[in-house]
């Protein structure tokens, strides 16, 4: 960790400080497109060979890593992802981290928002005293503890205590005058898998405001020399006018250029920083948000051009000093006529810019703090008199880099259109009468007789020598202005499109979602056993990777004894020690008991009741006080995961007959996303399993013999349909055949009908083949009628792969009728060849199976009861035996016997 020192330590370099003397020295916004301030879009001129050199910007959007990185101050609002100086793992698995980002190298106001998932997020609730507040209305647990960058602030405690191996973090630790903040988070499985990727919105530095000082003329408390009484503040003035001071911690200076304050006049900044803090519409004129830096590399004016270009300053160096002349309409200080133009000097007029100065069109960006502070272009100007004027496209592109605000950007972005069309300049000499007036920046009026009345800003101003001419001439540059420069009418919303597409309709639950009790087959006997299946509809939604179903036994009702310790009463419950369960209650349990916690049980008394624990094994649970409501238990749930694509979900663990089960699910994601299991429903298993185990080993035998004899005959007719589909033409996606004869008269009809069929679809890439065979018939005679049906069919591709066979004969009288029939089928559940099925489903009010003689019917199914002739059964497992006469009664559950008269 020896790298965090100097990082914390205070760190000497060069502040550069060449900017002012490569700016062209008295040059204005107004200057002319080769210059500073208005003329700024001669910078960024498409096509030009030299880009223009980095600066300072409102956003750090990647995260800074290593040593010897260049010193940064946060001022106004920006977006940042800070410099990550220290990552530590703890706690079990080491899936709890801390890790410390460096925000700036000077005091900052706050944390404004973080970025979580795409939005942005608050902290807020409880503060907790180690960690700081937590990252609001997330899926996970992270905290933000803030240290502002004071320089009395001490080494954080957390940190120390939790540093991994001991000693990473120690009390020299103290990132005196640095703001950083402590993320601490805990890593789950499902929705943080690593650290977040921190991003925080910055309420940077509070500055000095000399308009509050009222040692300066202010009024306030503000004091150069007390950082506590600074405010935070988005003026751009401001902020040039610390860098031109300097911005300190103690004696050290982080960023800026260190003037004196004497070469700063007072009356000029505060004429500037007034008119940025001007309401013009809903917001001020002009604001602010920057990252200046000091390190190699890094110049004074990289620093300051953003902000004058953020606010359309001039930027002024004379005799009497340093300051800005912020872009706003200006009074005329003097007017001039022809005859004040001294006519034996140098004279150059012109009403035109050369084209190279000339732009119709101009786009641009600026940092939009709902677009996480990404650059965002604002609308695109085209002036389409100009555009007809200049006989082809002359554009620009501007980066707005310090400017955060649509509507400063929109303003900014006119300023600069508007001005470039002001096109008349010149280079004179006037008398030196003016020389009180004529300063750099500006307004000056020529009233010219042959040139019209035009307002100028001054540029360049120079004095000529004591000679025989004249005394200290006054030689000027000029170029045209005017109030319509800042006229607003034509200011034009950005509209933003900052946020991402919004949510995609996701899943939020199994579609058709639920269950039936059924018996399972077990491998290799002819035992059942008791279970469920769940079912649902397939996922439309990619992301959903699978179904988690939770089932448990339906509460019982208990009762709770208050007394130590205590009883629970819970009938024929059939727990033994240190089983899991939970209470749940309409009203309140005695004290000792809590709703909905586990449990354990401790001792079990009787068939009916037992005491409870809170741990396996641990002391019994004594109560006292008083209880209200019906009281409820139930056994600990099982979980089980079904993974897509199946539909289908058969268990058999803590399965009983003749009971009933709750159940509930959610659905898993990838990439995982907070889901919740929906509300608890209920399903019954069947009343009765059966262990049958039937002693007729060679009818088995003959019957396997059988079947096996018939499928390898069926092969055959198999093996045709395969010739027949392999022969047919690619290109047909149907082909069907139909044979019908059909006789009627007045008062009778007769049908018969056979159809084949072969169909093939494709469906988004998915293909599914169906084949059929149907045969039909119908007779009907007045308003009788009877009709019979054979089907078979065969579908295979997506969804189920089934073959089913179905036989009905039906007959009618008026509106009475009455059907019998059966269905033969096999399959794979959605293709699935884990999830086989086979089922034959006969449908009649009454079944028989007869051996053909005239003895009777060993097996008859009627009127919802199974009748035996005779039956040589094995094993009988059943609740109650009696007579057909119902007088001698058997019940196996309670192993009493019955008689009656």
Same mark, same amino acid.
């Given at each position: 960790?020896?790298?965090?020192?100097?990082?914390?330590?205070?760190v000497l370099g060069a502040v550069g400080l060449s900017?002012?003397?490569?700016?062209?020295?008295?040059?204005?916004?107004?200057?002319?497109?080769?210059?500073?301030?208005?003329?700024?879009?001669?910078?960024?001129?498409?096509?030009?060979?030299?880009?223009?050199?980095?600066?300072?910007?409102?956003?750090?959007?990647?995260?800074?890593?290593?040593?010897?990185?260049?010193?940064?101050?946060?001022?106004?609002?920006?977006?940042?992802?800070?410099?990550?100086?220290?990552?530590?793992?703890?706690?079990?698995?080491?899936?709890?981290?801390?890790?410390?980002?460096?925000?700036?190298?000077?005091?900052?106001?706050?944390?404004?928002?973080?970025?979580?998932?795409?939005?942005?997020?608050?902290?807020?609730?409880?503060?907790?005293?180690?960690?700081?507040?937590?990252?609001?209305?997330?899926?996970?647990?992270?905290?933000?503890?803030?240290?502002?960058? @004071?320089?009395?602030?001490?080494?954080?405690?957390?940190?120390?205590?939790?540093?991994?191996?001991?000693?990473?973090? @120690?009390?020299?630790?103290?990132?005196?005058?640095?703001?950083?903040?402590?993320?601490?988070?805990?890593?789950?499985?499902?929705?943080?898998?690593?650290?977040?990727?921190?991003?925080?919105?910055?309420?940077?530095?509070?500055?000095?405001?000399?308009?509050?000082?009222?040692?300066?003329?202010?009024?306030?408390?503000?004091?150069?020399?007390?950082?506590?009484?600074?405010?935070?503040?988005?003026?751009?003035?401001?902020?040039?006018?610390?860098?031109?001071?300097?911005?300190?911690?103690?004696?050290?200076?982080?960023?800026?250029?260190?003037?004196?304050?004497?070469?700063?006049?007072?009356?000029?900044?505060?004429?500037?920083?007034?008119?940025?803090?001007?309401?013009?519409?809903?917001?001020?004129?002009?604001?602010?948000?920057?990252?200046?830096?000091?390190?190699?590399?890094?110049?004074?004016d990289q620093n300051m051009q953003p902000l004058l270009?953020?606010?359309?300053?001039?930027?002024?160096?004379?005799?009497?000093?340093?300051?800005?002349?912020?872009?706003?309409?200006?009074?005329?200080?003097?007017?001039?006529?022809?005859?004040?133009?001294?006519?034996?000097?140098?004279?150059?007029?012109?009403?035109?810019?050369?084209?190279?100065?000339?732009?119709?069109?101009?786009?641009?960006?600026?940092?939009?703090?709902?677009?996480?502070?990404?650059?965002?272009?604002?609308?695109?100007?085209?002036?389409?008199?100009?555009?007809?004027?200049?006989?082809?496209?002359?554009?620009?592109?501007?980066?707005?880099?310090?400017?955060?605000?649509?509507?400063?950007a929109d303003r900014l972005a006119d300023i600069q259109?508007?001005?470039?069309?002001?096109?008349?300049?010149?280079?004179?000499?006037?008398?030196?009468?003016?020389?009180?007036?004529?300063?750099?920046?500006?307004?000056?009026?020529?009233?010219?007789?042959?040139?019209?009345?035009?307002?100028?800003?001054?540029?360049?101003?120079?004095?000529?020598?004591?000679?025989?001419?004249?005394?200290?001439?006054?030689?000027?540059?000029?170029?045209?202005?005017?109030?319509?420069?800042?006229?607003?009418?034509?200011?034009?919303?950005?509209?933003?499109?900052?946020?991402?597409?919004?949510?995609?309709?996701?899943?939020?639950?199994?579609?058709?979602?639920? =269950?039936?009790?059924?018996?399972?087959?077990?491998?290799?006997?002819?035992?059942?056993?008791?279970?469920?299946?769940?079912?649902?509809?397939?996922?439309?939604?990619?992301?959903?990777?699978?179904?988690?179903?939770?089932?448990?036994?339906?509460?019982?009702?208990?009762?709770?004894?208050?007394?130590?310790?205590?009883?629970?009463?819970?009938?024929?419950?059939?727990?033994?020690?240190?089983?899991?369960?939970?209470?749940?209650? @309409?009203?309140?349990?005695?004290?000792?008991?809590?709703?909905?916690?586990?449990?354990?049980?401790?001792?079990?008394?009787?068939?009916?009741?037992?005491?409870?624990?809170?741990?396996?094994?641990?002391?019994?649970?004594?109560?006292?006080?008083?209880?209200?409501?019906?009281?409820?238990?139930?056994?600990?749930?099982?979980?089980?995961?079904?993974?897509?694509?199946?539909?289908?979900?058969?268990?058999?663990?803590?399965?009983?007959?003749?009971?009933?089960?709750?159940?509930?699910?959610?659905?898993?994601?990838?990439?995982?996303?907070?889901?919740?299991?929906?509300?608890?429903?209920?399903?019954?298993?069947?009343?009765?399993?059966?262990?049958?185990?039937?002693?007729?080993?060679?009818?088995?035998?003959?019957?396997?013999?059988?079947?096996?004899?018939?499928?390898?005959?069926?092969?055959?007719?198999?093996?045709?349909?395969?010739?027949?589909?392999?022969?047919?033409?690619?290109?047909?996606?149907?082909?069907?055949?139909?044979?019908?004869?059909?006789?009627?008269?007045?008062?009778?009809?007769?049908?018969?009908?056979?159809?084949?069929? =072969?169909?093939?679809?494709?469906?988004?890439?998915?293909?599914?083949?169906?084949?059929?065979?149907?045969?039909?018939?119908?007779?009907?005679?007045?308003?009788?009628?009877?009709?019979?049906?054979?089907?078979?069919?065969?579908?295979?591709?997506?969804?189920?792969?089934?073959?089913?066979?179905?036989?009905?004969?039906?007959?009618?009288?008026?509106?009475?009728?009455?059907?019998?029939?059966?269905?033969?089928?096999?399959?794979?559940?959605?293709?699935?060849?884990?999830?086989?099925?086979?089922?034959?489903?006969?449908?009649?009010?009454?079944?028989?199976?007869?051996?053909?003689?005239?003895?009777?019917?060993?097996?008859?199914?009627?009127?919802?009861?199974?009748?035996?002739?005779?039956?040589?059964?094995?094993?009988?497992?059943?609740?109650?035996?009696?007579?057909?006469?119902?007088?001698?009664?058997?019940?196996?559950?309670?192993?009493?016997?019955?008689?009656?008269?």
């Amino acid at each position: 960790m020896g790298f965090l020192v100097p990082i914390f330590s205070t760190v000497l370099g060069a502040v550069g400080l060449s900017g002012v003397a490569s700016w062209l020295g008295g040059s204005t916004i107004l200057a002319g497109l080769a210059r500073f301030g208005l003329g700024l879009a001669a910078k960024y001129l498409i096509g030009q060979l030299t880009q223009p050199k980095q600066q300072a910007q409102t956003s750090q959007l990647d995260t800074a890593y290593g040593e010897d990185l260049a010193r940064s101050v946060i001022m106004g609002k920006v977006g940042t992802a800070g410099h990550l100086v220290y990552r530590n793992a703890y706690g079990s698995g080491n899936r709890k981290i801390q890790d410390v980002y460096i925000l700036s190298n000077f005091l900052i106001n706050g944390i404004a928002r973080v970025r979580y998932k795409g939005e942005w997020k608050t902290l807020g609730g409880t503060e907790d005293a180690t960690k700081g507040f937590q990252i609001q209305d997330i899926d996970s647990k992270i905290w933000v503890k803030l240290y502002k960058g @004071t320089m009395t602030q001490t080494a954080d405690a957390g940190l120390i205590a939790q540093s991994n191996p001991a000693g990473r973090w @120690t009390t020299n630790h103290r990132g005196a005058g640095i703001a950083y903040a402590i993320v601490t988070q805990e890593l789950n499985r499902e929705h943080l898998q690593q650290p977040w990727p921190a991003f925080f919105e910055i309420e940077g530095a509070p500055l000095y405001d000399w308009r509050k000082d009222s040692t300066v003329g202010g009024s306030g408390s503000h004091r150069w020399n007390d950082q506590t009484t600074w405010e935070f503040t988005e003026n751009p003035v401001l902020m040039a006018y610390a860098l031109e001071r300097g911005v300190f911690n103690g004696t050290e200076m982080m960023v800026g250029k260190g003037v004196s304050a004497s070469r700063l006049p007072i009356a000029q900044w505060t004429v500037a920083a007034n008119i940025c803090d001007e309401i013009v519409g809903t917001g001020k004129r002009y604001t602010s948000g920057l990252i200046p830096a000091a390190g190699s590399g890094v110049t004074h004016d990289q620093n300051m051009q953003p902000l004058l270009e953020s606010c359309a300053s001039t930027w002024v160096e004379d005799a009497t000093g340093e300051y800005p002349i912020v872009g706003a309409a200006q009074s005329t200080v003097l007017t001039f006529t022809d005859d004040d133009i001294m006519v034996d000097e140098p004279f150059r007029f012109s009403v035109k810019r050369s084209k190279s100065e000339l732009i119709n069109t101009l786009s641009g960006t600026y940092f939009e703090p709902d677009n996480f502070y990404e650059q965002t272009p604002f609308a695109v100007r085209i002036d389409s008199v100009a555009l007809a004027e200049d006989g082809e496209r002359l554009a620009v592109s501007i980066p707005y880099d310090a400017v955060n605000r649509s509507e400063v950007a929109d303003r900014l972005a006119d300023i600069q259109f508007k001005a470039s069309r002001y096109q008349a300049n010149g280079e004179i000499c006037i008398h030196p009468r003016f020389l009180a007036d004529a300063q750099v920046g500006r307004w000056i009026e020529w009233d010219s007789a042959a040139f019209g009345t035009r307002t100028f800003q001054i540029t360049e101003k120079r004095l000529g020598p004591f000679g025989e001419k004249a005394t200290r001439n006054i030689y000027l540059t000029l170029q045209e202005v005017g109030e319509g420069i800042f006229d607003g009418t034509d200011y034009v919303t950005v509209p933003i499109d900052a946020g991402s597409p919004g949510e995609p309709d996701y899943a939020v639950s199994a579609a058709n979602f639920g =269950a039936v009790g059924i018996q399972l087959k077990v491998d290799g006997s002819t035992d059942r056993k008791t279970g469920i299946r769940f079912f649902w509809d397939a996922f439309d939604d990619v992301t959903v990777t699978a179904v988690d179903v939770e089932y448990r036994p339906e509460a019982a009702g208990v009762t709770v004894s208050i007394a130590n310790p205590a009883v629970i009463t819970w009938p024929s419950h059939g727990l033994v020690a240190n089983d899991l369960l939970y209470l749940a209650t @309409t009203g309140s349990l005695p004290i000792g008991l809590t709703a909905d916690s586990p449990l354990y049980v401790k001792t079990v008394l009787t068939s009916g009741t037992f005491t409870v624990s809170l741990t396996p094994g641990g002391a019994a649970i004594a109560t006292s006080g008083t209880q209200s409501g019906i009281h409820s238990a139930y056994r600990d749930s099982l979980v089980k995961r079904a993974e897509t694509p199946v539909q289908v979900l058969t268990v058999s663990e803590g399965v009983l007959p003749s009971k009933t089960y709750e159940y509930r699910h959610r659905i898993i994601t990838t990439p995982p996303r907070a889901t919740f299991f929906t509300a608890w429903s209920s399903v019954s298993t069947p009343e009765d399993v059966f262990d049958v185990s039937v002693g007729l080993a060679q009818t088995q035998q003959d019957v396997r013999d059988f079947l096996a004899s018939l499928s390898a005959g069926l092969q055959d007719i198999r093996d045709k349909v395969a010739q027949v589909a392999a022969s047919a033409v690619d290109a047909a996606s149907r082909q069907a055949q139909d044979n019908a004869v059909a006789v009627r008269n007045a008062r009778a009809n007769a049908a018969a009908f056979t159809e084949l069929e =072969a169909t093939i679809t494709e469906i988004d890439g998915e293909l599914t083949a169906i084949a059929s065979s149907v045969t039909a018939v119908e007779a009907s005679v007045d308003n009788v009628s009877a009709d019979g049906l054979f089907q078979l069919r065969a579908e295979a591709g997506t969804g189920d792969v089934v073959s089913r066979m179905v036989a009905e004969v039906r007959a009618s009288v008026s509106d009475a009728w009455v059907s019998a029939g059966w269905v033969v089928e096999a399959g794979f559940t959605g293709g699935n060849p884990a999830a086989p099925f086979s089922n034959f489903i006969i449908n009649a009010s009454k079944f028989v199976v007869t051996d053909g003689t005239n003895n009777g019917t060993p097996l008859t199914f009627e009127s919802g009861a199974l009748k035996l002739l005779v039956a040589n059964i094995g094993t009988v497992t059943a609740g109650t035996l009696q007579s057909v006469d119902g007088k001698v009664v058997f019940d196996l559950s309670t192993k009493q016997l019955k008689f009656s008269e």
